[in-house]
């Protein structure tokens, strides 16, 4: 198949006719009239009333450029990749026969230095490796391409291989889907942490391109059983209605940012409500900055999306992007940066989060570097992870212990500002476990670990200890320090679990 030309053209912006096109963002909220929270909520009942007085800020101009994608089908057809041999092509053929594939020309143009391939940190992001499937995995397939297996021989094996890969880390699907008032599962919602829901959108399950660590690859292989998503605005605000003790919707995906705006306002403009006041915090989870910032730039729909988000922010919500970064070669591109500046100035907060990976930003120069430049740009370091349980992780995982010392070695080459960042935090299924530091206690070396978000709110803060291991790369493979038989919150966490697995 050819690679696609989507119809995400971007089109001059009106505002960007104009010259000196993008104002600062003081001058903007000058012309903006800052509609009161009730007078906001009207406007529901009547769309043709929306606030037309807010003026999105204007983007500084680009030229038209087409969103053109590449997958697994278009390999060949990548010039860049003709400096590899054809056995490093054939390599990523068998690797992208088992995890998704999924780049674009503005991450292979302007993202990549194909002269420093294949250790560029942003192919290693993108494009398959050869080591990303266990030997025999990766013997497996590519003796049935060589071969010529046919199709369904090749999708019996490709299938047993993607489920011997943990698809669903942490018992996502079966300890954080919430259930209706008949106890029936309602799809595309996760509710793990009392104050925070988790929506997946059904338009918003992929995303510009694919980061080969992704820990919800599981979700673009096209098995319909590995899908967490949903197209009912209805099921989410009946669920957010029914719930007042959650503060913070984070919309996620994929990436919800591929969405169209009007799919977005659809379920993020009710919310303005009364009976959604509740809901003080939207977040939306996206790497669009990285691989697609002309989605916040001249893309069709840009300025409604700015239009948006500022009605949100004038409403008195707290709008958070949560944008996902690796490294700081995402943030480098004039694109990237200008879309940063127009959407900083709807008044959206952009935090940034992303895990830490081998191959890609194990190195705490390159961390120091990513949130130095983040703080510069008006960005909020916020998360280092480590990369989850889940696809290629023996190829992209880091062990605990380097872990701490990359993070250790990067915050102390940084400023105040930047020492926001937490972490290095592990998503694992009773909550978020940051590793705090490695220490000595009574002759025993052990790590200290504390919830920053548990099962439990009560769970949150309390420091624990693990018995040293200088491999364990999960909490599953740590046990308690000092001789002690169980962690402190364990027979909760077991009972918790229980009950869950039993709805
Ligand atoms: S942006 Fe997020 S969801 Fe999309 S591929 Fe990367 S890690 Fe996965």
Request: glycine content about 4%.
């Amino acid at each position: 198949m050819s690679a696609q030309v989507h119809a995400l053209k971007a089109s001059t912006p009106r505002a960007a006719q104009q010259p000196d096109a993008l104002r600062p963002a003081v001058a903007i909220h000058g012309q903006a009239v800052h509609a009161p929270r009730s007078a906001a909520a009207q406007t529901l009942a009547d769309p043709a009333a929306r606030p037309t007085q807010l003026v999105p800020p204007v983007a500084q101009h680009f030229a038209p450029t087409p969103f053109k994608v590449f997958t697994a089908r278009d390999l060949d057809r990548i010039p860049q990749l003709a400096r590899l041999t054809p056995e490093q092509r054939f390599e990523m053929k068998v690797v992208a026969a088992v995890l998704p594939f999924r780049v674009n020309q503005y991450v292979i143009d302007e993202l990549i230095d194909w002269a420093d391939v294949p250790r560029d940190p942003i192919f290693q992001l993108t494009f398959p490796q050869r080591g990303m499937l266990a030997p025999e995995h990766y013997d497996r397939i590519a003796t049935l391409l060589e071969n010529g297996a046919d199709k369904d021989e090749l999708e019996h094996a490709v299938a047993e291989v993607r489920h011997a890969l943990n698809p669903h880390p942490a018992d996502q699907m079966q300890m954080n889907m919430p259930l209706d008032e008949h106890g029936n599962r309602i799809d595309g919602l996760q509710h793990k942490y009392r104050e925070t829901v988790l929506f997946f959108p059904s338009q918003g399950q992929t995303c510009h391109a694919y980061c080969t660590f992704c820990f919800r690859w599981a979700q673009f292989v096209g098995d319909k059983d590995l899908r967490i998503a949903s197209s009912e605005a209805r099921q989410l605000h009946d669920y957010l209605r029914s719930h007042p003790e959650v503060t913070d919707l984070l919309v996620t995906g994929g990436d919800p940012m591929v969405m169209k705006t009007r799919h977005l306002r659809d379920y993020l403009e009710p919310l303005l409500r009364p009976e959604f006041d509740h809901i003080q915090t939207i977040r939306i989870g996206s790497k669009a900055l990285t691989f697609w910032p002309h989605r916040f730039l001249g893309a069709e729909d840009a300025d409604d999306l700015m239009h948006l988000l500022q009605q949100l922010v004038e409403a008195g919500k707290h709008v958070a992007l949560m944008a996902h970064y690796n490294h700081w070669k995402e943030l480098e591109t004039d694109a990237a940066q200008a879309a940063i500046r127009r959407i900083r100035a709807t008044g959206v907060v952009i935090r940034a989060q992303g895990p830490l990976i081998a191959h890609i930003n194990d190195d705490p120069a390159a961390w120091a570097r990513l949130w130095k430049t983040e703080v510069r740009l008006g960005l909020v370091p916020y998360y280092m992870f480590v990369e989850r349980d889940t696809g290629a992780r023996h190829y992209f995982e880091v062990p605990l212990a380097r872990a701490w010392e990359i993070y250790q070695q990067a915050i102390q080459q940084v400023s105040g500002l930047a020492r926001t960042a937490r972490g290095p935090s592990m998503s694992a299924s009773p909550g978020k476990v940051e590793i705090q530091g490695v220490t000595e206690i009574a002759g025993e070396k052990v790590f200290v670990l504390r919830f920053i978000q548990g099962r439990n709110p009560d769970w949150v803060q309390r420091p624990f200890f693990a018995k040293f291991d200088a491999q364990a790369t999960w909490l599953d493979q740590l046990v308690p320090a000092f001789g002690e038989e169980k962690w402190f919150w364990q027979d909760e966490y077991e009972a918790i679990r229980e009950e869950k697995l039993a709805e």
